[in-house]
């Protein structure tokens, strides 16, 4: 069975750094693309950033760019989200996500394209 866990959630400062890790169980292949996403109560869930496999481009969504950096080891499928000066508006729940279905020309910045989700870890920052 093919799981995604979280972990490196916690409650920090303004201005203080966090790094996210998102492992891979059961699957030794390669997602094609793994990201994350976020989400605070009452919201929809909203994309923060992805990486693509083998070439390791990436994107991310404006109001992180510039202080979070996705990152990848291809070796264990497991995903990184490196981020500082943390903001309260970063405050949510961070999803991993991973794509197992080949590239289609799309942005990768829906839910919709995404496969399997890990359960989800708390970040809270507190101003």
């Known amino acids: 069975q093919v799981q995604l866990q979280e972990s490196g959630g916690g409650v920090v400062q303004t201005g203080a750094s966090l790094r996210l890790t998102c492992s891979t169980s059961?699957?030794?292949?390669?997602?094609?693309?793994m990201a994350w996403f976020r989400q605070v109560p009452g919201k929809e869930r909203e994309f923060v950033s992805h990486i693509r496999y083998p070439n390791r481009m990436t994107d991310y969504s404006d109001s992180v760019k510039g202080r979070f950096a996705i990152s990848l080891d291809g070796t264990k499928n497991t995903v990184f989200l490196q981020m500082i000066d943390l903001k309260p508006e970063d405050t949510a729940i961070y999803y991993c996500?991973?794509?197992?279905?080949?590239?289609?020309?799309?942005?990768?910045?829906?839910?919709?394209?995404?496969?399997?989700w890990g359960p989800g870890i708390q970040v809270t920052v507190s101003s």
């Open positions: 059961g699957r030794t292949i390669n997602w094609p693309v």
């Open positions: 996500a991973a794509r197992h279905r080949l590239f289609d020309g799309s942005t990768y910045t829906s839910t919709a394209h995404y496969d399997y």
